[in-house]
């Protein structure tokens, strides 16, 4: 199974709500520039997981902009303080052979460093970062990073 988790581009610092937030112009920007840095390999994906805080459904947007006909899926698992196992779960039920998930710090972080057994933030997720990890099972320790792929990088 591949997975690829994009945290959304750069939002607005203030919204009535943090839900609210909406992304910048070059947070939309930043994003089509690292996903079409990506896009060789989300060719494949299935299914687009997405938060359903605005700046992430927006993000999500621009990936389904590029990758036509993928359905997306809001999902409260990928709120910031979502939890990996359960994120986990979510993905092995869906039974998809490539996912891409949107959302949000610190959860794009620590589910990657759960599922690949990394050291805690190590691998620094800024707005806009897209990485790659290739698992047989979506369980701590079982995943590869084969990427991350930053903004302009």
């Excluded at 610092?13 to 920007?29: M, N």
């Excluded at 979502?82 to 620590?110: C, F, N, S, W, Y």
């Excluded at 698992?135 to 930053?150: D, E, H, P, S, Y």
């Amino acid at each position: 199974m591949d997975i690829f988790v994009l945290r959304h581009g750069e939002a607005e610092p203030h919204a009535e709500r943090d839900h609210q937030r909406r992304l910048t112009q070059r947070g939309e920007a930043d994003v089509l520039n690292t996903l079409q840095r990506g896009l060789p390999e989300l060719e494949g994906v299935q299914k687009i997981l997405v938060s359903p805080y605005t700046r992430a459904q927006q993000t999500a947007d621009i990936a389904a902009d590029l990758l036509p006909g993928r359905m997306l899926m809001t999902t409260e698992t990928l709120v910031p303080g979502g939890d990996p196992a359960k994120l986990a779960a979510l993905i092995e039920q869906l039974q998809l052979d490539r996912v891409l998930l949107v959302g949000h710090q610190p959860l794009a972080g620590t589910f990657t460093d759960w599922l690949c057994d990394l050291e805690p933030g190590r691998y620094r997720m800024g707005t806009s970062a897209l990485v790659f990890i290739e698992t047989q099972w979506v369980a701590a320790g079982c995943g590869t990073l084969r990427w991350l792929k930053q903004p302009g990088a």
